[in-house]
């Protein structure tokens, strides 16, 4: 079964906070690059009002045609030119309105969107990497330390302080043990052990076979 997160209650406390942050920072600028579509796209409204307007043109040149229409003799050819005038007078306002509204709202959704995407891009440059790097970690932890071994306890406890004896920082021995070489030289493999499983987000009360000591303050 996978791990998403670490055992150890301070590396837990981290990813969780990461992933917690994560979230929020997602949800608030998509709700931001909603917002700003939208009033944007408000603009869009300049459009719609040049080409209400082409269609009003459209529609009083219709029903000035319809009464002129009425005219005896000569009052349908009159009401169809007039109806006609109106019309090819509209298409220029039904034109730039139609297009100046398209256009705007193109506008507004690249921007929003662009505007999404480097925010979210800028947090992810950083979270993700470091996210992946740590949940690969875990697993292949889990793997080698608690998966089947023919190697005896003490060969695994004593791997695991050797490898956190040249791998971690000073600082990081010393949450674990006051004399990390004296650990060492005196084959007290236990402290120095918890401070790897602890590194890999890996808590020694979890263990399947090693059972250590709590970290000791210097």
């Known amino acids: 079964m996978l791990k998403l997160w670490s055992e150890v209650p301070r590396a837990r406390t981290h990813e969780l906070a990461a992933d917690a942050a994560t979230v929020v920072w997602v949800a608030s600028w998509t709700i931001a690059s909603r917002r700003l579509y939208d009033m944007l796209a408000g603009f869009a409204g300049a459009g719609r009002i040049i080409g209400d307007g082409g269609r009003h043109v459209t529609v009083a040149g219709t029903e000035i045609g319809h009464r002129l229409g009425g005219i005896p003799m000569i009052g349908r050819n009159v009401g169809e030119f007039v109806s006609s005038a109106f019309g090819f007078a509209a298409q220029p306002f039904l034109l730039v309105g139609t297009y100046l509204e398209r256009v705007l709202l193109i506008i507004a959704t690249l921007f929003s969107v662009m505007v999404l995407l480097a925010a979210l891009a800028v947090w992810f440059h950083r979270y993700i990497p470091w996210r992946w790097g740590r949940f690969r970690s875990l697993q292949a932890a889990r793997r080698v330390i608690r998966g089947p071994t023919l190697a005896p ?12 004896l040249h791998r971690l920082s000073y600082e990081d021995l010393l949450e674990y043990s006051p004399d990390p070489f004296g650990d060492w030289t005196s084959g007290n493999y236990g402290r120095l052990a918890q401070a790897e499983l602890a590194s890999v987000g890996l808590a020694p009360g979890h263990a399947q076979r090693l059972a250590l000591p709590r970290p000791v303050s210097a």
């Open 153 to 164: 306890d003490i060969e695994i406890q004593r791997l695991l302080a050797s490898r956190a």
